[in-house]
């Protein structure tokens, strides 16, 4: 029969696995916001440049304007990105907290697991002993009579 240590050992190694998925759930997502935000700045590098060309080349009021709105609609996605970045970040800092948290747990219940197998060896151990030295009195008080 499992001890209740035990017991709350497992379900608290569940717990830790549990915060440690959602934390790398949570890095993998700022991770993929922090690739779109890269796209991004490049996009908007590689925008400009054009845009600059256009308008040392020609002064082609359209073409220029499609640039400058599609510019514009690229740095407004770079604000969301980076919000959204920013938001990712508390997201991960919160689940590291729930994970150490978790894991801070699971070690003082371990610790307290271990403290009651000792227990158990320790009493198990004198009871052996007992046993021992009552079959050694025995034998010895039984020689001692015939």
């Known amino acids: 029969m499992k001890s209740v240590w035990e017991v709350l050992l497992t379900k608290a190694e569940k717990a830790v696995r ?3 998925q959602k934390l790398a759930d949570a890095q993998q997502k700022k991770n993929l916001a922090l690739e779109r935000s890269e796209k991004l700045d490049n996009m908007l ?10 308008q040392l080349r020609s002064h082609h ?6 640039y400058q709105q599609f510019i514009f609609q690229l740095q407004s996605m770079k604000v969301r990105s980076k919000q959204e970045i920013n938001l990712l970040e508390e997201v991960c800092v919160k689940a590291r907290k729930v994970m150490l948290t978790r894991e801070h747990e699971r070690l003082k219940i371990e610790l307290l697991a271990q403290r009651e197998r000792e227990k158990f060896e ?13 079959g050694a009195l025995q034998q010895y008080n039984s020689k001692a009579r015939g």
Do not use: C, K, M, P
């Open 18 to 20: 549990l915060a440690q």
């Open 45 to 54: 590098t590689e925008y400009s440049n054009q845009l600059r060309e256009v």
């Open 122 to 134: 320790i009493e198990a151990l004198a009871f052996e002993n007992r046993e021992i030295e009552s």
């Open 61 to 66: 009021t359209g073409e220029v304007g499609n």
